[in-house]
């Protein structure tokens, strides 16, 4: 029993009022006409048109609302529903009532029994518990002219010429009911907003030919292209690149190019609906916005590539093989960052305050906005390698073919710079994205194809390695130098496992039936049913963007 108690806290789970249910559809409509022509034996003609639309729609049955007064937000430092209606008392007529309406009789407070299971009243229930929806429509409206052809001749050459001009409008729109508007359920919530984008593209691209079929210069060639584009939401920005392509002999080829890139925010990343949900913030499960972020700028790269391949000939026919190293700097990054790296980089460096709404007089966070957006810089360096061999094989009196392909990717660098300068590597990362900023990869991916092919049947094995890695490079376990159990960012192990997966398929051609155009397929995804390894995060318990869950 309470003793002269004027207060308690009370924890419940209650299931006993039901599951949120999340219903989605989507339907998808694209149109696409093109026409294309000669103008002489080398110059080409084409245009083209397309439209698309996608429609999505989403119910949340049963969500919990949170609002005093439908369509009108709450202030932080106002009661929920749920804490209206538990906290009761008799009025004059000894009835139970909500409290509130001692003085608010109008509030439509409806109190409710939270002492044991299914305990509260229906009425209770439907003050507490709603239904809501968004609807949400994506268009876009395409049209571009190209042409090309031979412009003149080198002692090496033709010099191909291609230009042409690109028109997009692109558009999204959500709607939503009023409370979900508001931001009035506990999760799911979606603001109504709308928008769009109209861009106009010209562009221009070349190849010069300097030497052709001379010794130690089986062909040499130097290659541009250049493109002017207009944001109606941003403005215009000019993009180009320049390279090289050099074949001393017949098997073996260099290239490089450089390269000014752009990529402007398209409509989900401004318009999309802004929706409520929850994150660990300072140990405490705290509300969220994420969604679009209408001001965002595009970003712009500078990237560097070089490589070199060769083609197997005589003994080694069959053989094929690549390496391409490649270093990507890119500002003004389109990302999210964490409601817990937003609080950091507020406290610490006073930036970033704005996406945070604090409880009146503390520095304890009571809603974090997460939206997209534009970060400093992102660094990426890293090598991309291929192998692929081809031979005849002939197995249990068939004659067939054996294909093996082996590409892998080794990546040195993934580094972030937020607005503090502070940078956050994430090259060997195999766990979530707990740390806001973006996701990690290990340094090193692997995927290897075996297949054999024989008259109609074809059989494959896909085997694809993950290197383990940090689970999160903000952190410092044991298994790292500098480890102190008394560090704030200390976790109990940042190690995440590596997997090697493999994928079985086969498919049979029936060359006797309707002429050879009926195929028979199957595959069996992780043949050796491996468990991910353990990464838990608000997004599940590993990181499934790398791993079979």
Same mark, same amino acid.
């Given at each position: ?10 924890? $419940? ?15 998808? *409509?694209?149109v ?8 002489t ?24 609302i949170?609002q005093? *007064? %439908? ?5 932080t430092n ?18 139970? *009532? +909500?409290?509130? !309406? ?5 509030n439509? +407070?409806?109190?409710?029994n ?6 509260f009243?229906?009425? @209770? ?37 291609a230009?042409? *001009?690109?028109?997009r ?5 959500? !709607? ?55 944001y ?6 000019? !993009? ?9 002999i ?7 190019? $450089?390269?000014?890139d %752009? ?16 994150? !660990? ?24 590539? %070089? ?37 950091? $980089? +507020?406290l610490?460096?006073?930036v970033? +305050? ?52 082996v ?5 040195i ?5 937020d ?9 060997g ?15 090193w ?5 075996t ?7 074809t ?20 298994e790292?130098?500098g ?56 997004q599940? @318990?590993?990181?499934?963007?790398l791993?079979?869950?």
């Open positions: 029993p309470l003793t002269n108690a004027t207060s308690f806290v009370l924890g $419940r789970m209650g299931d006993d009022f039901g599951y949120a249910e999340n219903l989605n559809k989507s339907d998808v *409509v694209r696409l006409a093109g026409l294309g022509g000669s103008i034996d080398t110059w080409k003609w084409d245009v083209s048109a397309q439209y698309g639309r996608t429609k999505y729609e989403q119910d949340v049955l049963n969500n919990r949170q005093q *007064v %439908i369509g009108v937000p709450n202030a106002q009661p929920a529903r749920i804490q209206l209606a538990a906290d009761a008392t008799t009025n004059g007529s000894g009835q139970i *009532v +909500c409290r509130s !309406t001692l003085t608010n009789p109008n439509g +407070c409806v109190p409710v939270l002492f044991g299971v299914n305990n009243s229906a009425a @209770a229930k439907a003050y507490l518990y709603g239904d809501g929806w968004l609807n949400q429509e994506f268009t876009q409206k395409a049209f571009a002219a190209n042409l090309q052809g031979d412009v003149f001749s080198t002692w090496a050459g033709a010099v191909p010429l230009v042409g *001009v690109e028109y409008d692109n558009s999204a729109s959500t !709607t939503a009911d009023p409370i979900s508007a508001s931001s009035g359920f506990y999760v799911s919530n979606s603001a109504v907003v709308s928008g769009g984008i109209k861009v106009k593209e010209g562009f221009a691209e070349t190849v010069v030919p300097l030497a052709k079929d001379l010794p130690l210069a089986r062909s040499l060639s130097l290659n541009g292209a250049y493109r002017f584009t207009d109606s939401t941003s403005g215009t920005v000019k !993009t180009w690149k320049y390279g090289a392509a050099y074949e001393p017949d098997w073996l080829k260099f290239r490089g190019t $450089r390269s000014r %752009i990529r402007a925010p398209n409509p989900a990343e401004l318009y999309s609906p802004q929706v409520t949900g929850f994150q !660990t913030i300072n140990g405490i499960l705290t509300p969220t916005v994420s969604g679009g972020n209408p001001n965002l700028n595009p970003e712009t790269a500078d990237t560097k590539t %070089i490589g070199a391949s060769i083609v197997g000939s005589g003994a080694f026919h069959g053989l094929r093989a690549s390496a391409d190293y490649y270093n990507i700097d890119i500002t003004n990054v389109i990302a999210t960052l964490s409601g817990q790296v937003l609080l950091n $980089r +507020c610490q460096a006073g970033y +305050c704005n996406q945070i709404e604090f409880n009146a007089g503390t520095t304890t966070p009571a809603k974090v906005s997460v939206v997209s957006l534009n970060l400093n810089r992102l660094q990426t360096s890293g090598f991309d390698f291929e192998l692929s061999y081809r031979m005849p094989l002939e197995l249990f009196s068939r004659a067939g073919d054996l294909d093996l392909r590409l892998a990717t080794r990546v660098h993934l580094k972030t710079t607005a503090t300068g502070a940078a956050i590597e994430r090259a990362v195999a766990g979530n994205n707990v740390s806001g900023g973006g996701a990690g990869l290990p340094h991916q692997l995927n290897a194809f297949t054999y092919q024989t008259g109609g049947l059989l494959s094995l896909e085997t694809r390695y993950l290197q383990g890695g940090l689970f999160d490079s903000t952190l410092i376990g044991p790292q130098a480890y102190n159990v008394d560090l704030p960012n200390s976790i109990n192990t940042n190690h995440v496992d590596g997997r090697v997966y493999f994928n079985l398929g086969a498919r049979y051609k029936l060359q006797s039936v309707a002429d050879g155009k009926l195929e028979i397929f199957g595959a069996i995804q992780n043949l050796l049913d491996k468990d991910p390894p353990v990464a838990p995060s608000n599940g @318990a590993t990181n499934q963007l791993f079979d869950p």
